[in-house]
């Protein structure tokens, strides 16, 4: 259908957002996507006001009342099929001997794309904020996180994430199933590490690899360098 639509004369030009460009554009060569006279490929935007990730680990967790001492590992956003929250909780199910690690589940879980149920996994150790969440306390949450799971199925493949980009500013690595572009782009970049896609096993695993081993990421600057935000990106679009 976008196919089709785009060939039409109104449109000038069109844009495609990635968080990794470079694969986005083989992928759409490679499978004869789109007319390429007319598009654009650009790096996903930061559409969040970056005043909000000025704050302290210690003070958003202090404000979001969390528990200073534990490792935090979180999940934030949609709660779609696709993005696999129902994954996350049964890697978490794996970890209920960790008692030092709090699990957090944050998006509007109402405008779920299926039948999720935080009831379902009430016997967990785990913390669910069941709200829309505004930009200032989706900060909050990142800020005071450990580690953030984009534990996505492989229906994401070849897709992009709003959230990658928040966890950069917040400067909180990110783990990301072994599909493209997420698998290349933490790897080229040095902000997160993979796990096997869809497996709750290896998504436990490494989540407690990651937390036992205390490694250290350094790309976080360095790929927000890359990234235009919002406003500009509008002036551009509308010169």
Aim: hydrophobic share 35%; net charge negative; charged share 25%.
């Amino acid at each position: 259908y976008f196919d089709e639509l785009v060939k039409l004369h109104c449109i000038s030009n069109f844009s495609i957002v990635s968080i990794n460009p470079e694969i986005t554009k083989t992928y759409i060569q490679e499978n004869n996507f789109f007319e390429t006279s007319k598009m654009q490929l650009l790096h996903d935007p930061i559409y969040d006001d970056k005043s909000h990730y000025k704050l302290t680990k210690h003070r958003c967790r202090k404000l979001l009342n969390l528990n200073k001492d534990k490792k935090i590992v979180l999940y934030i956003g949609g709660f779609d099929y696709s993005k696999g929250p129902d994954i996350f909780c049964g890697a978490i199910e794996l970890l209920q001997e960790e008692k030092n690690i709090q699990f957090i589940l944050a998006g509007n879980m109402t405008a779920s794309s299926f039948d999720f149920d935080k009831n379902k996994y009430s016997g967990l150790s785990v913390l669910f904020d069941d709200r829309y969440l505004e930009e200032e306390l989706i900060a909050q949450y990142l800020i005071s996180s450990d580690l953030v799971v984009l534990p996505y199925r492989k229906y994401y493949e070849n897709s992009t994430s709003g959230v990658l980009v928040q966890s950069c500013l917040a400067k909180v690595p990110v783990l990301v199933p072994d599909i493209s572009p997420f698998k290349q782009t933490v790897e080229k970049e040095e902000i997160g590490l993979t796990f096997e896609c869809e497996s709750e096993k290896s998504l436990s695993n490494e989540i407690l690899n990651y937390l036992s081993s205390g490694k250290l990421f350094s790309g976080f600057e360095r790929y927000l360098l890359k990234i235009e935000d919002w406003d500009l990106r509008i002036k551009q679009f509308l010169s």
